[in-house]
């Protein structure tokens, strides 16, 4: 089993800037890709931002620029750095992983979500 721990959504007004974090832990022998979907109300969850075991980076054309994915794999985490941030950002962001588990088995595993309000 893995878990998906997320945090640092919140309300910040347009034009600020918000961190967010997804921590991976369980029965994980290694992780391949990880990245962030988004999904706002009555709309279909969309990709925001992948990165792989090397470090090769993907962004959805609406974030470049603004977005940065990175991350820790000493620690199994996640981060997306979001600047300037806009009201069409408002959304849910759920992080996910591609893993191999202890067992060999290949999971694909969601976060739980965090709300994310770009609002004056």
């Known amino acids: 089993q893995v878990q998906l721990v997320e945090s640092g959504g919140g309300l910040v007004q347009p034009g600020g800037s918000l961190r967010l974090s997804c921590a991976a832990s369980?029965?994980?022998?290694?992780?391949?890709?990880m990245g962030w979907y988004r999904q706002a109300p009555g709309k279909e969850r969309d990709l925001v931002a992948t990165?792989?075991?090397?470090?090769?980076?993907n962004y959805r054309d609406s974030v470049k620029g603004r977005f940065t994915i990175s991350r820790d794999n000493a620690k199994n985490t996640v981060y997306l750095q979001m600047n300037s941030l806009k009201p069409e950002d408002t959304a849910v962001y759920y992080c996910?992983?591609?893993?191999?588990?202890?067992?060999?088995?290949?999971?694909?595993?969601w976060g739980q979500g965090t709300q994310v309000t770009v609002s004056s």
């Open positions: 996910y992983i591609d893993s191999i588990a202890t067992t060999r088995a290949t999971l694909h595993t």
């Open positions: 369980g029965s994980i022998l290694s992780i391949n890709a």
């Open positions: 990165i792989g075991s090397g470090g090769n980076t």
